[in-house]
Every structure is written in structure tokens, then in C-alpha cells.
């Protein structure tokens, strides 16, 4: 079974979570987690209380209120057939969401990136881009708005003939919604690393295509997003990846954070 984790909140922006989550996946089976962490009160709140019960009656309230909440953003989910539970955590929301992933056996989670300003990302960073860093076995999926209305957009992988990115086809392939057909980047000096993974498309007969190219993937992916409204960018990071770009960043993660539709990042910790 496919367990799937979407943090969520009280914000328009957390819907795109959901809504991905019914477009991409065959939901029926799955066991799919909401998720919202009650952050901490202002500590000035907190030094002003003289009573002491500040923190333990926002505590409380803040998860009373939130349960109405995702009770109802469960329903679109369990309606495609997913097993759905609610969680609600308490404390600083990036730091909750690290340990999750790191500790917890979730397949996907799903986020939806909110509006910062450049003073909120330059002081605090953004928690999409602290998540990509996180030590986890899995993806990390940004869901972000198209313009497109069509549904039935492409998913694309970018295939660079490692390990990683081999792994993330197989995730991926199963549990994305059949309507929805596959697009393979790869080079033509890769074609060969791609046997088994083709062979288990082949079995599953899935709708797919191969796109080869002589450029490199930095070239290559963003040339064809340029060209294409896709429904999600599969990439993979590789040892390699981490190991030989310490100052600019990995590549899939300046393609990830980029990316102008939906975009997951396939990390294994077992080889990082």
C-alpha cells in the first residue's frame, strides 16, 4: 500500500495538495496522511502571560479549530477511495516535517509552497527548500499552480541512466493515474541503462515516450518544459549530484525549485 503525506494548513495555497493528490494518483488503496503542525505561540506572548496558561489554551484551541478543517479536506480523498487519517503536531513546522520524513516510511509528500517575501526567505529560508535537503527515503512533491486546464498533461521523468533516477521511475510509474501518460528525457548513451525499468512499463503497459537527446539534462529538461505544459517533473538526486556540486547546489535541486509546473524529487537515504 502507497502512503502518502500532505502537510497542510488554514491557507488557500495548502487546497493545491489535495487537489494534486486526486489529479496524479490512483488514490484507491493508498493511505494518505494530513498533516498540520500548530506552531509555537510568539514568545513575547508568552513572557507577557503572568497566568501561565497562554501556551497550553492556544495549544488546545489551535487544534480544535484545525480539526474541523482537515476532516473536511479528507473527504475529496477518501471519495477516490483513500485511506485517510488526520494528524496535528505541535511545534516549529519545518523542523516537525524533517523528523517525519526522516523517521517515517511515507512513499510521497505532498507540498504546497506559500508566498514569502525576500526578507521572509533570506531570514527564515523557505521550508520547501529546507525539505529538500532532508535526510528521507522517498519524494518530495511541490505542487504549484499551471495555467493549463488540461488534465491530462504528461508526467516527465528525467532519466540520467543512475541508480536514483531508475528507482524513481519504478516509484512513480505504478501509483500515477493511468490517464495520465509518461514522458521519458533521456540520451542516447543511456538508452541501455534503461532496460529493466522499460521491460516493467512494458509489463504494466503503460503509456509512455521516450524524448532522446545529445544535450544534458540541465539542457535538455528545461528546453522541454519551455515547450510543453507537463503535470509533474520527476528528478532524482544522485550521489554524484551532492558530492560534485557543493557551492552552486545539486542540479535536481536547482531544477526542483525551479520548475514552472508540479515537480518531485526522488531522495534515497540509504545511498546518500
Do not use: W
Request: net charge neutral.
Amino acid at each position: 500500500m502507497v502512503q502518502i503525506l500532505i502537510p497542510i494548513d488554514a491557507k488557500p495555497h495548502s487546497q493545491l495538495s489535495v487537489d494534486l493528490a486526486v489529479t496524479l494518483f490512483k488514490l484507491s488503496g493508498a493511505r494518505i496522511t494530513l498533516l498540520h503542525v500548530v506552531a509555537d505561540p510568539d514568545t513575547a506572548m508568552l513572557l507577557a502571560d503572568k497566568t501561565g496558561q497562554v501556551e497550553s489554551r492556544y495549544s488546545q484551541t489551535s487544534k480544535e479549530e484545525v480539526t474541523d478543517l482537515l476532516e473536511s479536506v479528507s473527504k475529496p480523498l477518501s471519495n477516490h477511495g483513500a485511506d485517510v487519517s488526520v494528524r496535528i503536531e505541535q511545534g516549529h513546522p519545518t523542523t516537525i516535517l524533517r523528523s517525519i520524513m526522516e523517521s517515517e516510511q511515507f512513499a510521497v509528500t505532498i507540498a504546497a509552497p506559500g508566498q514569502h517575501t525576500a526578507r521572509e526567505r533570506m531570514l527564515t529560508g523557505s521550508v520547501s527548500a529546507a525539505l529538500t535537503r532532508t535526510d528521507f527515503e522517498g519524494a518530495l512533491v511541490v505542487a504549484r499552480k499551471t495555467s493549463s486546464r488540461d488534465s491530462a498533461q504528461p508526467v516527465v521523468f528525467a532519466l540520467d541512466g543512475s541508480a536514483e533516477s531508475i528507482a524513481a521511475l519504478l516509484l512513480f510509474a505504478p501509483i500515477i493515474h493511468d490517464r495520465l501518460p509518461l514522458a521519458l528525457i533521456t540520451s542516447h548513451s543511456e538508452k541501455n541503462l534503461l532496460g529493466d525499468a522499460i521491460e516493467t512499463l512494458d509489463r504494466s503497459k503503460r503509456t509512455y515516450h521516450s524524448i532522446k537527446s545529445d544535450e544534458k539534462p540541465e539542457t535538455s529538461v528545461p528546453k522541454y518544459l519551455a515547450q510543453n505544459q507537463v503535470s509533474l517533473l520527476v528528478l532524482a538526486r544522485t550521489r554524484d549530484d551532492v558530492l560534485h556540486r557543493p557551492l552552486t547546489g545539486p542540479l535536481s535541486e536547482r531544477l526542483f525549485l525551479q520548475a514552472p509546473c508540479s515537480a518531485a524529487l526522488y531522495c534515497s537515504r540509504s545511498k546518500l
